[in-house]
């Protein structure tokens, strides 16, 4: 087993060639965001995720996240290794640099969360959660709240949670039970109990700062009556230092098929009479301000998948590569040879690799709208980036999160028996990246939300803005000589998009059930062909750069690569499309009979 | 967790309705299987494997098998219930009935074998490999190693392995080194170490029979240098009594993803001067006898994939009935509901159910043909069912143990965080099902067997034969009214069939590396097509029941369930054949190139 690689190359031709940085240089607060910058922050990045968190990830793995009467212990490794990530300030990349942050366009953060996912996605957690706290408490806390937490926040030295689940309360957040009464000064006694709380107790940091869901005495029923509050592990004093004990305790862990390092906790608050909490913003509007971070959170989760899928694809190929077994397809006799000469571990490798710089592409292009839907001065250029970003979080969730399972399973066949056993490491991949379509909302979550709130919502109109983006680059490849052979598969791929979208808007107010049958199938099918977009850029701009002179010959390697990595995914992916939209326009009368199931 | 239960009503209706059991009434040896003998049988096997097997399953993979100084320990429990496995006679179901066996048609010893699997996969393993020592030994043993070997094999008193696999010999079997010196009387010293053998050593069984691969001395080279030698743990004297410990040794066994009960040993062959072997048939022709062994292990490896999806699936639709969360699609306010009545989830759970039904409807129909292929009076009869068999068991393997593993993991998605938590049991059935696709040859090998000698070598007159049938089918579909919106899936998908077929008959001798980029894709499509065929036969067949007289409100709901299952089929799963042919087509191109990887 290697330790994980960064793809920094992929990175940089994404962030040098596919983003729009100009665009993002406009952006009050990113102005001195150089590419020079971004390649050398990537470079430090690589060796921290190289050298420091990927040789941590099968030994947490093997150790696991340790219980005893209430404390939580990690895995040997893992606190020095938190220490060295908190002293060279990889927690503040995205944060606001008002509170000590590097404000790093999200874009660039991102590639950083990818690698450090790559590396060891349950070490990656701890910090993924505390960015969320940051997020809800710098937007919607009062400035005592974010003075009081958001530095140590920022800074890693504290860490954060998020707590929503309880036992009756999974996806239906409308029957969270825990209790808040009010003691004054915007004060609160918390009780009730939250399940599946990553690091929800843990010894990496001094302090850690719960956000918990819960209902004020007397508030309103169903989601209406939710409330956000701020509950820390130690209370803090007025002068920033410690204080007592809160009345949070850990129950137990959870024994989990994967990211056995991350303790995934069962909290207890006011089993001793109330744990102290601050309410965030204003009562009842707690749902709202978890959408906030929810969406933050999503997005991570699908950098989750593309991390796992990045360091799986990079174990087969390696595994390909050095592994000796039989002769040359349809060659009699002959010398053995690698097995990633074989067509079928060719396939299965390219399915890997095309899939994954597909979710890398298209998780940067949501990025830099997440960043202009914020921050762009004109405020249509922020509504317009918004819609995209509303409409791809969802995918990027969803689509990258499931890909990443079956990317993980085909690096294990690529293995073959070797890849069962779990000293090659491969089989963990997998075992990680099965929770990532399910915590923070399930693809089937996430594609209600695409559906309903998406595409439904608006008629349809921020999907055709895109895919009308999509027509305009299948026209240009249909006249690059070079390209014509990738435009069909797109062009067909794009009428069954746009012919299940017209399904979806047209139909979605008349029966809604019908219509969510198809409701990941659509998730799928919009992943797939925005995907395939983007990787058809790719290949358009690798297409312009190998036609310029003056290019060294690795250049010229490395984007007729890309061409032929873009030729794989429009022959093998982008055709999947019309079987996804038969799906979704034809799909409901079997799976909604009352008596099949 | 509910332990497993056989779904005895699918079964029966596979072997009342679809089976042409007169075809097996007719052979020899199976005059007195009667529907009703059937019944029964599955009956008492159903509920062995619930209240034996299923209940150690599960604490069978916490405590796995355990090595200690050479001896295998199984986990608690194992030895009670194999000792009952015996005495009960399940070993000797599908075994020759002059060695003790029960001769049992081939699709009948399936159903009890999938429940087998359905229970408890790391422990069916054991009786499967015995079955194949017994075929070998039967088969192309002499007299005296059938004697020898053969009664204490079927009744399970000893336990059979097969030894192929050799670090540098995975899927290569000409590159095994494993030595034999002749020394006279049909006897060799053998000397050499085998890996990843299943049930190499354990405490199961006074004895255990090896069957390995090995070189004579002088041997030729690759192939066909290979011989097949019996060799027994403990030597078995003149009087069937058990002499002295034979020179095997099991080194260590391996740390695996699943099937964690099931010990997967490295055994040393000869450490201590050779380990005494006897010969099976003819010097060098070993590899030609284990392909006879292979192909029935690869049937049996794709009823395990369809036992761990049919237990996947119970496991699914109960959680999902009893789960109460969220309101109805669409509905504001009123009662929440449980999951099942969420349209995603009755995706899934369709997804779940409607495969596993084509599956075991496809393993039986190959089923018979195994039989009739081997037993048919009729010679020409013989040929058409060997070369059915011949084209569907790299199918009933390679599709079925893909699906195996999809439909586990579909499985933890219908049961969302709770389904991560190794406490609710469906983590495994993912963990387990994920060698399936692997030993006994990968997809990849099986794809590239059902390519080149099941579709090629005869020009692809054997799949022909089958699309005729498939044909028919779908014009006896249209022309019934109810059933007339499950046809144009149908014939669509065939149409992508015929032309996948033709293209692979056409060019694999021209460009075998080309077509072999499309041999995984092919093998999908044959089993997406193939599994819709029999559920649409049980569509038909269902149709034709509900519309005789006197049917019970009951039959009505089964038949009317069956119907809707297949059209949820012919809307979800055939749709995907336009692309798998797609692929296959045109897929070669990116996935070849020189520079891509």
Redesign the interface.
Known sequence: MQDYQAPLADMKFVLREMVDFGLLAELPGFGDVSHDVADSVLDEAAKFAGAVLSPLNRSGDLQGARWRDGQVLTADGWKQAYARFVADGWGALACPSEFGGQNLPRVLSAMIEEMWNGANVAFALCPMLSRGTVDAIELRGSKALQDKYLAKLVSGEWAGTMNL?EP?A???LS?VRTRAVPTGGGRYLLTGQKI?ITYGEHDLTDNIVHLVLGRVAGAPEGVKGISLFVVPKFLVNGDGSLGKRNDVHCLSI?????IRASPTCVLAYGQNGGAVAELVGEENRGLEYMFIMMNAARYSVGIEGIGLSQRAYQAA?AYARER???TE??VRGGA?VPI?R?????????LM??QTEAMRALAAMAAVSLDAARLHPRAEERERHQAIADLMIPVVKGWCTENS?EIA?LG??VH??V?????TGV?QY??DA??T???EG???IQ??DLIGRKLARDGGRAAQAVTAQMRALANELAAERNLA?LAP?FSGAIVELERAIRYVVDNYAKD???V??G???MLKLLGIVAGGWQLLRAALISQVRMSAPGGSAADA?FY??KI?????????VL??????A??IL????????E???
Do not use: C, W
């Open positions: 689940t009756q999974g996806t239906d029957a599946f959870e024994h989990k098929l994967g190929l000796i077994q039989s397809a349809g053995r990633v074989h067509p079928d571990v060719r396939r299965m490798l390219l690799k095309s399972v399973s294990i066949q073959g028996g890849g069962f056993i779990e000293e089989a997998l075992r099965r929770i379509p399910i915590y399930t693809t089937g594609a209600n052979p598969a809604v059930r019908a969510s049958v409701a990941v199938p390697a007729a690569a032929m990595t873009a030729r794989f995914y429009a022959d093998h055709p999947q499309a019309g079987g996804l038969h799906s034809h799909g409901a009368v079997g799976a909604l009979d008596g099949v199931l």
